[in-house]
């Protein structure tokens, strides 16, 4: 697998005159939606006025708001929809190839469902799920598969309103793991201790009846970040090593985002929130930056890293 300062090379030696196209393009795109965009909103504004005058009804005020926002991000939708396919075809696929031959890149899907249930890092069941940039195959004879992820409940409130709260959106990464097990691990963010201080926090995690029992590890530092719930205490202990607990940190900070694992099935899952599509072009930021252009690079590696960075490419216990 390429490493970053490779890739960044290929990214500017190879794909700078796609990059140089497609900022043109840009640029075009950009005063396209800014334009459309006044003209939608003042048309709006003349119609809201009109039916408010006329009927008095504040309901209206209240209806135009919400065909406002919901028409405007289906345009919006619409109008970078071309844009959005050339810059994936033309940058992130050669990427992702460039990374690796064995990866395959299905921009439209994103990683089953199913994996999302079997992980058990959360325990709303999710309405609806979304996502696409589905990325599969095998670096250094590891299976593994990411996507974009958007999981989301369906709630009504007293009205009969439907509401949609995110569970999960981000980067969601499955891996084989090298260890065998039988029990269910899950390792989450450690919000309560972060937030209650040590005893409370600590409190709130040994009662918390959504989870099996509260696993204490022996590392202050994972501690701090994370808390571990696990079907096997024996069996925690054996899969999160002193060496893995540290890799573990490790890549929470160099993703600085929430991170929640789970190793389940013989498998690890990873979940990484981003609240955002990590793969979409940026339309009102020039492709040609290099802030930019690390961010597709970096969350590349990031995902396809943890074989490496978790030594799951090492077969240092057997599996059956």
Known sequence: MKRTSELTDFYYKKLYPILEKLEHERQQLRHRIITIAVLYTVALILITSAIFSATGNFDALVFSAFVYMAGGAIL?????KDYTKEFKD?????????????LVYSPELHVPAEHFARSNIFTSKPDKVDGNDYVSGKIDNVPIQFSDFHAQKKHK????????????????????????FKAQTVVLPDSA??????????????????????????????????????????EARYILSHSLMSKLLNFKKRSNHPVSISFIGGNIYMAIEYNKDLFEPSVFHSL????????????????????????????????L
Do not use: C
């Open 76 to 80: 919006y939708k619409y109008l970078i």
């Open 90 to 102: 033309k940058v992130i696929l050669p990427l992702i190839s460039e990374l690796d031959k064995n």
């Open 157 to 180: 409130d007293s009205k009969g309103n439907t509401h949609w709260q995110t569970i999960f959106q981000g980067l969601f990464i499955v891996s084989q793991f090298n260890k065998n």
């Open 193 to 234: 201790q972060s937030a209650f201080g040590d005893l409370v926090g600590n409190w709130l995690q040994s009662y918390n009846m959504s989870r099996h029992e509260l696993v204490k590890m022996d590392n202050v530092e994972f501690e701090k970040e994370f808390v571990v719930y696990s079907s096997d205490q024996i």
């Open 288 to 319: 040609l930056k290099y802030k930019i252009a690390m961010e597709y690079v970096d969350t590349l590696h990031l995902a396809t890293g943890i074989v490496e960075e978790l030594k799951l490419n090492q077969k240092l216990w057997s599996k």
